[in-house]
């Protein structure tokens, strides 16, 4: 990551992790932190599961999970990875046959635990499969199902129960000299999962996998997940992260990004820096934000847009956004580029015209992204 000496209070040092591939997306290293999301069709619904990946990865996810329950599930998953624009990890507990036949089918990683799978046998035969279709495993310790010897020893659920689970996990692989894995750590209780995140960070290389799981619906899991992850990313923790709501996996995409994005870990799209509102409002900031989120939505070149009620923040917010709106008086508001006034513009016309200036500014950002290239 560049190390910013102009502004040195926005310097987050990553943890020092190997790196290992899920297909063509690198994990951990210089790799950018990647997104993760799971489908929840029915996996041999093939057409519902393959529409839900592709608005996942239009959305911005690099990586989509599906649930690999049967041998039918496994089945699908050869036509879906054929038609998926991304990466796809097969979610496995338990049952080491339908590891294997997730790797025929082309996963390009599977969540199992190599502890959970049975006798030594059946774990050769799992890593096996993985190494020679390419595959690298997630190990993915979770609170909610400690092995039992772990809940005897410690009681209850707990940060040393969980890293010694994966630790376990880990040097069966090892033992086995496989070295394409991460491991997660996941608990919805946000300290459990932030402390049990940062004993495994000190005890492994490994890439982490971040998540806090069963986090909630959309308002509570994503306030949930970005106090939990966004903490340990501030620190330096994580990999890739995926977040857990219970919504559509399109909502999971955008607050991962939206999470990377605030850190300035990760940059996707416009970003909108807009003011709350109030009696001084210009226009209606609320409704002008809504709709030019929507409008906007189709661009992923990095840029940033103010979109401010009044004078009293608009031209500071403006100085450091690449297009910014600052509502005046008589209906009408003032139009920034790069950070300097430019001109007037109708509020009836704003919606437009700022679209327009987005879009302007996007390609020429990518033009110059491709002559830099
Ligand atoms: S920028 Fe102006 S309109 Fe927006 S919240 Fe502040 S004072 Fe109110």
């Known amino acids: 990551m560049a190390i910013n000496h102009v502004r040195p209070w926005r310097n987050i040092y990553r943890r020092a992790s190997r790196q290992i591939s899920v297909g063509p997306v690198r994990i951990g290293g210089d790799a950018p932190i990647s997104v993760q999301t799971m489908t929840n069709t029915i996996t041999t619904d093939v057409a519902a599961t393959l529409a839900q990946v592709q608005a996942a990865a239009e959305a911005g996810a690099d990586i989509v999970r599906i649930s690999t329950p049967d041998q039918a599930s496994a089945r699908a998953l050869k036509e879906i990875v054929a038609e998926s624009p991304v990466p796809i990890v097969a979610d496995i507990h338990f049952h080491y046959r339908r590891a294997i036949e997730a790797a025929e089918s082309g996963a390009a990683c599977l969540r199992i635990n190599p502890g959970n799978i049975g006798d030594a046998g059946r774990v050769r035969e799992v890593i096996a499969a993985a190494r020679d279709h390419g595959c690298s495993i997630r190990i993915g310790v ?7 010897h772990l809940l005897e020893k410690y009681g209850e659920p707990c940060p040393d129960a ?5 630790l376990g996990h880990i040097r069966i692989l090892q033992d086995h000299d496989f070295h394409e894995f991460k491991i997660s750590v996941k608990a919805s209780d946000v300290f459990m999962a932030a402390a049990a995140y940062q004993q495994l960070a000190e005890q ?3 890439p982490i996998h971040l998540g806090i799981t069963e986090a909630g619906g959309l308002t509570s899991g994503t306030v949930k997940s970005a106090i939990g992850l966004g903490n340990l ?15 559509d996996p399109v909502e999971e995409v955008k607050v991962g990004f939206e999470i990377l994005k605030s850190l300035g870990l990760r940059h996707r799209g416009v970003n909108i820096i ?4 109030c009696a001084r409002q210009g226009f209606d900031v609320i409704a002008t934000v809504e709709a030019l989120e929507e409008r906007l939505a189709h661009i992923h070149t990095p840029m940033s ?14 100085l450091m956004t690449d297009v910014g709106f600052t509502g005046g008086g008589a209906g009408s508001g003032m139009v920034y580029l790069a950070g300097r006034q430019s001109h007037k513009m109708s509020n009836a016309q704003m919606i437009d015209h700022i679209v327009e200036q987005v879009e302007r500014r996007a390609a020429e950002i990518e033009a110059a992204d491709k002559a830099a290239e």
């Open 142 to 148: 979770n609170a909610g199902s400690l092995e039992k």
């Open 162 to 166: 969980m890293v010694e689970s994966g």
């Open 204 to 206: 492994t290389d490994a």
């Open 233 to 247: 990313l501030w620190m330096g923790i994580g990999d890739t992260l995926r977040v857990s709501l219970s919504a």
């Open 274 to 277: 807009s003011c709350p509102s």
């Open 305 to 318: 847009l103010s979109i401010i009620g009044c004078v009293v923040n608009g031209p500071g917010e403006a």
